[in-house]
């Protein structure tokens, strides 16, 4: 098993700054992929952030600029540092990591608690 453990929501002006973290620990061998979801009242989980294992990213168009997702493979960890940050951007957010727990087996998908980020207008 793989506990993901977030951290750093809050609330904060619009056009302030958060910095979420999310630790990774249990049964590791490799993590894949690592990203930040998000989930607003009323509407779907949606991807906000991805990156890989060798550090390649992708992130949903509306954070493009103002969102950096970036990673520390020896301490399993994955931060998201969010700067000029909107109403819109409110929502629970939720650290992803596909695990591979021994050699040559497949990943598996596991999920944080999530943690609110409100941004005030």
């Known amino acids: 098993q793989v506990q993901l453990v977030e951290s750093g929501g809050g609330l904060v002006q619009a056009g302030g700054s958060l910095r979420l973290s999310c630790a990774a620990s249990?049964?590791?061998?490799?993590?894949?992929?690592m990203g930040w979801y998000r989930q607003a009242p009323g509407k779907q989980r949606e991807l906000v952030a991805v990156i890989t294992s060798g550090g390649n990213t992708n992130y949903v168009d509306s954070v493009k600029g103002r969102f950096i997702i970036s990673r520390d493979n020896a301490k399993n960890m994955v931060y998201l540092q969010m700067t000029s940050l909107k109403p819109e951007d409110t929502a629970v957010y939720y650290c992803?990591?596909?695990?591979?727990?021994?050699?040559?087996?497949?990943?598996?998908?596991?999920w944080g608690q999530g943690t609110q980020v409100t941004v005030s207008s």
């Open positions: 249990g049964s590791i061998f490799v993590i894949d992929a």
């Open positions: 992803n990591a596909r695990v591979v727990h021994t050699p040559f087996q497949r990943p598996d998908d596991y």
